[in-house]
């Protein structure tokens, strides 16, 4: 069987047998796929050290003729993350895993980006840039310029209202007042990093993405995250 390499970042691992691995990677390549780490639970394995998540990787594996291929060697890149974001990393991760289901083409470059986003963020408001970006690349969510359901551009002094997932103006919905200033506050701190947001304007935030997750059939965030909020 031919044997494929490439970058990849590991999402989820699950145990298999009783030394074995699952592993699921998003790939660069070759979007999601899941390998059998054969023995990556035994002490002396090579990959036991390597195979973590939130790591850039390099991956070698075998096609499966059927199903499943098999991981045939990794190694460990660089870090992507600060240690002091791994909870959130691993959050996003978890987004991740959601909305990139095995066989999807896409993900690497979407996680990789929204984990850049994370990574120069204010340690509060890390976890939902990322998340926010992660959305907005899988087409979920947009601007907060416009009305997401008629497309027509709401001036930047008006308030515009939050109803099942979407932002919308005045005359296309009426649910969760955004303000103004949350409008403004987002967009500046989705651009420069250095902006920081109000514990209104996060908690908010956060009630959006949980939204947003729900709607789409995605695990909510888990509340480690909400200590911030
Ligand atoms: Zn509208």
Known sequence: MAEVEGRAILLRRIPYSDTS????????????????????RRVKSPFRGALAPLYAL????????????????????????????????????????????DGDPHGYAELTESLQVMRDRPIDSSLYSGVWRLLELSGWVSGFEHCWVCGSEVDASLPMVWHEGHLACSSCGSGIAISAGMRKGITAHLSQSNVRLGKQELSSWRKMIQDVLRQHGVRPLSSISQEYS
């Open 21 to 40: 691995l699952v592993c699921h990677f998003l790939t660069e390549e070759h979007g999601r796929i899941a390998l059998m780490a054969r023995g990556a």
């Open 58 to 101: 390099n991956i070698r594996w075998r096609m499966g003729r059927t199903g499943m291929g098999t991981l045939v060697d990794i190694e460990r890149g660089a870090r992507l993350l600060d240690e002091m974001y791994d909870l959130d990393g691993l959050e996003l991760c978890a987004v991740a895993s959601g909305l990139f289901q």
